[in-house]
């Protein structure tokens, strides 16, 4: 719990079986936990930027690029 709240903080950094274990306790896959994360990444980016924001190539996007 006490290692969840620095990564809830920003103080520490999760691996990938640290949320691999976070999704299994609340009943989902990893993919599913990291779907919904960017979901809500978007809506809040969405509140900042207005129209969106753009890529290195000019294109518009809406997600997360998240690399293992």
Do not use: I, N, W
Request: proline content about 4%; some cysteine; hydrophobic content about 40%.
């Amino acid at each position: 719990m006490p290692y969840l709240s620095e990564v809830e903080r920003g103080r520490k950094e999760a691996s990938s079986e640290v949320l691999a274990a976070a999704a299994h306790a609340l009943g989902l896959g990893l993919g599913d936990l990291l779907s919904l994360a960017q979901g809500e990444l978007v809506r809040l980016a969405g509140r900042r930027v207005p129209g969106g924001s753009r890529g290195r190539t000019g294109a518009p996007h809406d997600g997360l690029c998240l690399a293992a």
